[in-house]
C-alpha cells in the first residue's frame, strides 16, 4: 500500500516537472522580431547557408578592364627667398586642400648631445610642445583645439624641427603659437619628469626583442661609441639629464 502511494506521488511529480519546463521553455522560445525596413534585393537567393548574389549575364563583364594612362607627375615649384631676420624660407604652393603646413627646422639634433648625455636634444625638443609660460599642457592644448591646429616637435640625429599645421584662414594664429612657443616655452619639470620617464620605460621595452636592440646597437659598431653617429640613449644618460639642460 505504501509502495503504491510512493509509486503514484513519484509520478504526479514527474509530470509536474515536465509540464513546468514545457512551461519554461514556450516563455524562452525567441519571438519574431519586427519585419524588415526593406525587402532583400531580388538578385540574392539563398544557397545552402550562405547569400550568393546572381551577377546578370553582361558582356563587359567578359572582359578585364585595361589600365588608363598614368597620371601626369607635377611637381610643385619650389620658392626660395630670405626674410629680413635672416630667415631662410623653402616654399611650395599647393591648393588642393585649404591648409598651410610649416616646419621650422634648427641644424641641431642627437649628434650634439653632450658627453655623457645621449638623448638630450630628443628629450628637449619633446618637452617644447607640452606647453608655453602661460599655459600648461591641458589648457595649451585645449588651444589648439578651439582652432583645430596642430603643433609638435621633435630632434632628429641632425635636425630639430617644430611642425605647425592649421586652415589657411587660421594661419595668423597657428604662427601666434609657434612664435609663443620658441620664445616663451613652458618647459615644466613635472612634464619633464614625465617624458624622461616615458623615454627610460621604452628603452627597457626595446632590450626585449633583438630586432630592436640590434638597431640600437649596429650604427656604434660601424661608427664605433665615441663617434656622433654611435652613440645611443641609456637609462643611465637619460638620468643625467636635467630640466636646466633643455631650458640652456
Known amino acids: 500500500m505504501q509502495r ?9 511529480a514527474g509530470s509536474l516537472g515536465l509540464a513546468l519546463a514545457a512551461l519554461s521553455l514556450s516563455a524562452c522560445r525567441v519571438q519574431p522580431g519586427p519585419a ?7 538578385e540574392l537567393a ?23 594612362a598614368p597620371p601626369a607627375l607635377n611637381i610643385p615649384e619650389l620658392a626660395r627667398f ?32 653632450p658627453k655623457g648625455k645621449s638623448g638630450m636634444h630628443e628629450l628637449c625638443f619633446d618637452l617644447l610642445d607640452e606647453g608655453t609660460r602661460d599655459l600648461d599642457k ?6 589648439l583645439d578651439d582652432r583645430a591646429l596642430r603643433v609638435s616637435s621633435s630632434a632628429g640625429l641632425e635636425r630639430a624641427n617644430l611642425s605647425v599645421s592649421s586652415l589657411v584662414s587660421e594661419v595668423p594664429a597657428a604662427l601666434d603659437v609657434a612664435k609663443e612657443l620658441l620664445t616663451r616655452p613652458g618647459l ?3 612634464d619633464f619628469d614625465r617624458l624622461r620617464e616615458r623615454m627610460s620605460e621604452s628603452l627597457i621595452q626595446q632590450k626585449a626583442t633583438h630586432v630592436a636592440v640590434g638597431r640600437r646597437l649596429l650604427p656604434s659598431l660601424v661608427y664605433g661609441r665615441q663617434h656622433p653617429y654611435g652613440r645611443f640613449e641609456t637609462e643611465k644618460s637619460l638620468a643625467k639629464i636635467a630640466a636646466r639642460d633643455c631650458s640652456r
Open 82 to 113: 630670405t626674410l629680413s631676420n635672416g630667415l631662410e624660407v623653402f616654399f611650395v604652393h599647393e591648393d588642393q586642400l585649404p591648409i598651410a603646413r610649416m616646419w621650422f627646422e634648427f641644424d641641431v639634433g642627437a649628434v650634439d648631445d
Open 4 to 12: 503504491t502511494r510512493l509509486k503514484s506521488n513519484l509520478r504526479g
Open 46 to 68: 539563398e544557397v545552402g547557408a550562405q547569400n550568393i548574389a546572381l551577377w546578370p549575364d553582361e558582356a563587359f563583364r567578359d572582359t578585364q578592364p585595361q589600365a588608363g
Open 188 to 190: 615644466r619639470r613635472s
Open 36 to 42: 524588415p525596413l526593406f525587402a532583400p534585393e531580388p
Open 138 to 143: 591641458v589648457a595649451f592644448e585645449a588651444k
